[in-house]
């Protein structure tokens, strides 16, 4: 079965300090995995993909095959990085729709 | 800067009421989403299409949901006759399905039935 499993509902660390948000997979075959965040009450937009393997907002991801995991990595948080994150996994023999974990609401305190 | 947008933004009805909520996806993009969002479920996939056909809608309650795209700007999304469960926020979201696979999402209608 396609899941993605974020276990944690709930992160809070204070500024400045390094921020691990953690998503594991199950797919058979290559995944494609993306992370979303949600501030509050706005849309959801895209953050990262992990075949661009790029940086954004000081946030990386690193695809571990062996692990099924795409956690979400930052060295320094920030008040700003307060948001819903939301790992996802492509499905391509189903449309391409997006599988998405539960998301995980981080909050970087003052 | 293109953008999918949605409306309303908020909906209020009753119980029992119809509820049409609206979708313009971006120019160009051949699928379409619609998501529901809540406390209990986080986001559920509902339907969704390509280049205007329905491929999925698995997850929608067939008897009181619809979901149509009446032409390639525009998506709706209908409950009738909605109930308080129902009270969520629905996303939209389009792609270019073959280019890359990103999904771009609306602002969302944030509906409650009381």
């Known amino acids: 079965a396609q899941r993605v499993t974020q276990p944690e509902k709930l992160l809070s660390v204070f500024k400045g300090a390094p921020v691990e948000l953690k998503c594991n997979y199950s797919y058979s075959g290559s995944p494609e995995l993306f992370w979303y965040v949600q501030y509050s009450r706005q849309r959801l937009q895209l953050l990262l993909r992990h075949i661009s393997r790029e940086s954004i907002k000081g946030f990386t991801a690193d695809l571990n095959k062996g692990e099924t995991s795409f956690h979400l990595k930052k060295p320094f948080a920030q008040e700003e990085d307060s948001a819903m994150y939301y790992c996802?996994?492509?499905?391509?023999?189903?449309?391409?729709?997006?599988?998405f974990g539960q998301g995980t609401e981080l909050s970087v305190k003052p | 800067d293109a953008r999918v947008t949605q409306t309303p933004r908020h909906k209020v009805t009753e119980m029992g009421q119809e509820v049409t909520m609206r979708c313009q996806p971006i120019?160009?993009?051949?699928?379409v989403f619609w998501y529901r969002q809540t406390m209990m479920q986080g986001l559920e996939l509902l339907a969704y299409?390509?280049?205007?056909?329905?491929?999925?809608d698995s997850g929608m309650p067939k008897d009181r949901f619809s979901a149509e795209m009446p032409d390639a700007t525009l998506a709706t999304l209908k409950i009738q006759p909605s109930e308080p469960r129902d009270s969520a926020v629905y996303f939209c979201a389009s792609g270019l399905w073959g280019n890359s696979y990103e999904q771009y999402f609306g602002p969302g209608t944030r509906l409650t039935v009381t």
């Open positions: 120019l160009g993009h051949n699928t």
């Open positions: 996802a996994l492509i499905s391509y023999n189903q449309g391409g729709k997006l599988i």
């Open positions: 299409f390509r280049n205007r056909a329905p491929l999925d």
